[in-house]
């Protein structure tokens, strides 16, 4: 069982930045794999960024390459999220998801992930 928990999100301009950071609780931290997904109002839960159980691997959504990085720091159980360059439409309510892998990979889908955090809003105004 891994419990997460979000921390960071906020209200930022247009251009701003902000760190979002997942803490996630259990001793197996460094075999699971992690993602940020993001729920607008009336929209579907979307992939962000992935980081595979190492750190050795990463992908990011098309929207946000360039602007957001994913770290993992497995001595501390944490998550990260840098987000820069900030948009309105990146607007929206962020979650950190894990899972475990046997081998070093990444998920894209929240299909893939069986734990989920409760999510930190992240405004970003005009």
């Known amino acids: 069982q891994v419990q997460l928990v979000e921390s960071g999100g906020g209200l930022v301009q247009a251009g701003g930045s902000l760190r979002l950071s997942c803490a996630a609780s259990?001793?197996?931290?460094?075999?699971?794999?992690m993602g940020w997904f993001r729920q607008a109002p009336g929209k579907e839960r979307e992939f962000v960024a992935a980081?595979?159980?190492?750190?050795?691997?990463?992908s990011y959504a098309d929207s946000v390459k360039g602007r957001f990085a994913i770290s993992k720091d497995n001595a501390k159980n944490t998550v990260d999220l840098q987000m820069n360059s900030l948009k309105p439409e990146d607007t929206a309510v962020y979650y950190c998801?894990?899972?475990?892998?046997?081998?070093?990979?990444?998920?894209?889908?929240?299909?893939?992930?069986?734990?989920w955090g409760q999510g930190t809003q992240v405004t970003v105004s005009s």
């Open positions: 259990g001793r197996t931290f460094s075999t699971h794999v």
């Open positions: 998801a894990a899972r475990f892998a046997l081998l070093s990979l990444v998920a894209v889908t929240p299909a893939e992930y069986i734990y």
């Open positions: 980081i595979s159980r190492s750190g050795g691997s990463t």
